[in-house]
Every structure is written in structure tokens, then in C-alpha cells.
């Protein structure tokens, strides 16, 4: 019996590997949320010392562990996922080592704010690709900025690491994260009655516990590795992905909010047919977070635009739009991005803007 009984575990174990080696599909990093704390002797009040000394992380320079609430010097850290939060000083960075399936596309969803000057860096980095994200936009005011950043590898183990590529007078200044955590994404394909792949953003990246301000998707997202699939991010600013348990979303359990005007663009290409007509129909509204006032989505096809007005009384309303085109290649472009810049009405320093949803592009017999 006991023998029959070892011999199952070692082929499950060489079937499957160690619990330590599980492969990701979602949630948090091992100590994703920075909640097991380093040993007594790892921390000087609270820098973090030696490689090792902030648990199932490796560290590389000046790193703190910072609890939230007041510090030294008169600040004062949110930390919007838990209570406790890493700061990376000038060029320092934290690692993890992590198994994935090779091919597939990633999500990393993580919080991160900067905490002193305004043209700090966050560079995040999966093996050998990686992405600079600007922090100098506060979307929210309270520090809570959480964001997703994609990734595709033909590996199966591989180093992510976030690292601070500033240098500030203050070699304490950085970026915080305070949370980090990974989703496998399942790119969902064009049908014959919608071209539009991800056509509702009900695939997106995970989104953390509390995560009421949503999740900002960074600009310049290239549609292969987005974490919208189907989707690119191809303006200067970032647009939000937002859910239906925190905000209005009127088809599903997701939406895209423009936060940033013109500079908050999302786009996808197309297969169509030269000459052929098409309908692109989508929904607009507001995502009943106080975010009210003249709003205006600006939708563009092949040649042909549409500006689509919308006043938002914040209580959660919306509207569907349509118009023609006629494709003039074998590839289209179709893109939105919103008018006019707003801010929540309770809190002025947070960005916001009319939500998208439902895009629907459908040949016309």
C-alpha cells in the first residue's frame, strides 16, 4: 500500500513539478501583496538588507519596506492594496523568478505611484523584453494607481523584475508597488457577425482586490502583447480598464474608460474587404463616478469619423452610436479617443472621462 502510494506521488510530481514551480494562470505573486514581512535582522529601520531579506523577492539596491501611513520627514505613503509596500531607490530594482506556459500572453497587474519627483520611470521586465512606464500622471489623487502591463515569451522560466531606472538627489526616491499580480490572457477571435475581436473587454488583466480606481492600461501597448487583447494603447496617455463591480458598465463585466482626452486613444486593426461597406456601432456613457459634464467620443474607420456628443449627469447613463464606412484596404484601423479632459466632480485631481463598450463592426449585405 505504501509503496503503490509513493510511486503515485513521484509520478505526479514528475507530471506536474513542485507546488513551488506552478505554473501562473491568476493572482497574486508569491508575497505579491509585500504582506510577509522580512525577518527582524533583514531590515534597518526600513531599508531592506541583504539580496534576500524581503521574502520570495530578490533585491538589488536601495529598497525599502514602508507601512503606510506618515514617515519620516513629514510624508505620507497610501498604500491602496494591504499595508505594506516596497520603494525602490535610485536604480534599484526587485526580482521573482516565475514559471509560465511559453507563447502565452500575460498580464501583470500591479500598483505603483511615485513618491518624489515627477518624471520618475517605473521599467518593468519579463526575461528579455520590458516596458518603461511614466509615472509622472497621478490618475487618482490618492496614490492608488494600479496598472497592467502585457507580455508574451516563448520561455517557461523566467526573471520579472521592476526596476527604478532614475537617479534623484534623494537616493531614497523611487517608485512604490504595492501589490503584484499576473493573469494568462485568452485573446478572443473576430466572428462572421463582428470583426472586432475583444469587442465588449470583458478579456483584460486581473484586477486586484479593492482596486475601486481601476486599471490603467499604459500607452503605447502594441496589440500583440496588450493587456486588452485585440486591443492597442497607441496615445501619449494611458486609457482605464474598469469593472462592473466598482463602476457603470453597460453590457458584461468590463469597460474601458478614456481618462485623458485626446491623449487617451485605444485602436484595433481590422481584416476587411476593399470597397466593401461596413457598420461600426459602440456604447457610451459615464461610469457613475462622479465624472459629469459635455462629453464627446470621436470614432474613426478607413476615411470616415464620427463625433458622438454625450452630457453626463454621473448617474450612469449611456448611449449606442453607428455609422458607415467603406473599407479601402485589406486592413482598417478603427480608434477612439475622447474630446475633452475631465475630472471627477468629489475630487479634482482625479482624470476621468466617458467609458467605451460593445464595438461592433459588421459587413452590410
Sequence with gaps: MAVGFSLLLALFILFTGSASAATYTEGFLKNGNFEEKPKPGAIRK????GKYALPSWEINGFVEYISAGPQPGGLY????????????????????TITIKAGSLYALTFGASRTCAQDEVLRVSVGNVFGDLPLQTLYSSNGGDTYAW???LNATVVKMTFHNTGVQEDPSCGPLIDAVAIKELFPP?????????????????????NTSNGVLLPPRQEDLT???????????????????KHFNVPFGLAAVELVAGR??????????TPNKVYSLSFTIGDARNGCHGSMMVEAFAAGDTL?????????????????KFKAISARTRITFYSSYYHTRSDDFGSLCGPILDEVRVSPIA
Design 46 to 49: 526600513t531599508v531592506l538588507k
Design 77 to 96: 505613503f497610501n498604500v491602496a492594496h494591504g499595508v505594506h509596500a516596497v520603494r525602490l531607490g535610485n536604480e534599484a530594482s526587485i526580482s521573482q
Design 150 to 152: 502585457g507580455f508574451r
Design 189 to 209: 477571435m473576430p466572428t462572421r457577425d463582428n470583426l472586432v475581436k475583444n469587442h465588449g473587454f470583458e478579456e483584460g488583466p486581473h484586477r486586484l482586490v
Design 226 to 244: 496588450s493587456p486588452l487583447p485585440g486591443w492597442m494603447i497607441e496615445s501619449l496617455k494611458a486609457v482605464k480598464f474598469i469593472d462592473k
Design 263 to 272: 491623449e487617451s486613444a485605444i485602436a484595433q486593426i481590422l481584416r476587411t
Design 307 to 323: 463625433k458622438v456628443p454625450f452630457e453626463s449627469k454621473g448617474k450612469g447613463e449611456s448611449k449606442t452610436a453607428s455609422f
